[in-house]
């Protein structure tokens, strides 16, 4: 079974450009999490999908980005227009049943804004 | 006032030592607790869960929640150097977790 896998593993960026970070899940998992990691602080939750929609969205820092699963599958997560404050790693999850005892991450795409 | 914290470390051991792990939090309403392991440049991966005051035990791990206290710990018997990785307390609430700041343990040869 594959994990949960990310795009890009990295990105620079300068202030100002935008950027779009994906997410694939584990085939068949319903739930989709958004986790941020800036420098030197703690995991904080984005959002959390089941299927297309947005159950929780209480963590997304302010309308700048934009997170969205079309068909149920894969997500998107963008940052339009980045700010330095945005740099961080970028933590995907998924989970198959809700309420989940843990979930399976990916790997992180690591955000640079310049 | 952060809802967890954990010492970030960084903890050196020798191989073979018992490592102790620590969490406090503050939000009696979180219902369930967990220790991941995360690698560098990997994500987290679940350790241990638990939902109820006591110890569990998995192996060389033992995960211990003292709701009262509103404290976890994680043990780790026999310590080796493959071991060497953050490790970062998560805490449950309706779909959010929210975690610590993570220690830093090296073990050393």
């Known amino acids: 079974e594959a994990g949960v896998t990310q795009f890009p593993s990295h990105s620079v960026i300068e202030k100002g450009q935008t950027v779009t970070l994906r997410c694939d899940p584990i085939s068949g998992h319903d739930n989709l999490y958004w986790y941020r990691r800036v420098m030197g602080k703690e995991i904080k939750f984005l959002l959390h999908f089941v299927k297309e929609s947005k159950q929780d969205e209480s963590g997304m820092p302010n309308n700048r980005f934009l997170a969205e699963r079309t068909g149920g599958t894969y997500s998107t997560l963008k940052v339009q227009p980045a700010e330095l404050e945005d740099s961080g790693v970028y933590f995907c999850?998924?989970?198959?049943?809700?309420?989940?005892?843990?979930?399976?991450f990916g790997s992180g795409t690591r955000l640079t804004v310049v | 006032q952060k809802e967890v914290e954990q010492d970030p470390g960084p903890l050196s051991v020798p191989e073979g030592a018992i490592v102790s792990l620590n969490c406090t939090y503050s939000n009696s309403a979180f219902q369930y607790f967990m220790w991941y392991r995360q690698y560098s440049r990997k994500g987290p991966e679940l350790l241990m869960y638990?939902?109820?005051?006591g110890n569990k035990e998995d192996g060389r791990f033992t995960a211990q929640v003292d709701k009262s206290s509103k404290y976890i710990s994680l043990f780790i018997r026999d310590s080796q150097p493959s071991d060497s990785a953050t490790y970062l307390c998560?805490?449950?609430?309706?779909?959010?977790?929210?975690f610590g700041t993570g220690t830093r343990l090296q073990v050393t040869l």
């Open positions: 999850a998924s989970s198959q049943d809700y309420p989940s005892y843990g979930y399976t």
């Open positions: 998560a805490m449950r609430q309706a779909s959010k977790l929210t």
């Open positions: 638990t939902y109820s005051s």
